[in-house]
């Protein structure tokens, strides 16, 4: 269990600095979301499954797609409106 929880903060390390250092704004968003959804794992080992869900829902979940929808209107990503013009 000791060996898990280490790899993970490994793993939550180099997703933290690779958000930090990545020049891409998507790339950065989908970092960001693994990064939750490890940080939800580290929860759920600490014993604190509600906490786990809430980093899930709202880290990995809800903020991620507020920023694909701000990309959006943003221009970030292209969509189907740009593909017919």
């Not at 979301?33 to 499954?49: D, E, K, N, V």
Request: glycine fraction near 8%; aromatic fraction near 10%; charged fraction near 15%.
């Amino acid at each position: 269990m000791k060996v898990i929880g280490l790899i993970l903060l490994g793993f939550l390390i180099v997703c933290a600095i690779a958000t930090c250092l990545s020049k891409n704004l998507l790339t950065s968003v989908v970092i960001f979301m693994s990064y939750s959804l490890i940080m939800a794992i580290i929860w759920f080992l600490l014993q604190s499954p509600d906490l786990a869900i809430t980093e899930a829902a709202v880290g990995a979940g809800v903020t991620s797609i507020l920023f694909f929808v701000t990309f959006k209107k943003i221009g970030v990503m292209k969509g189907d409106e740009e593909e017919d013009e």
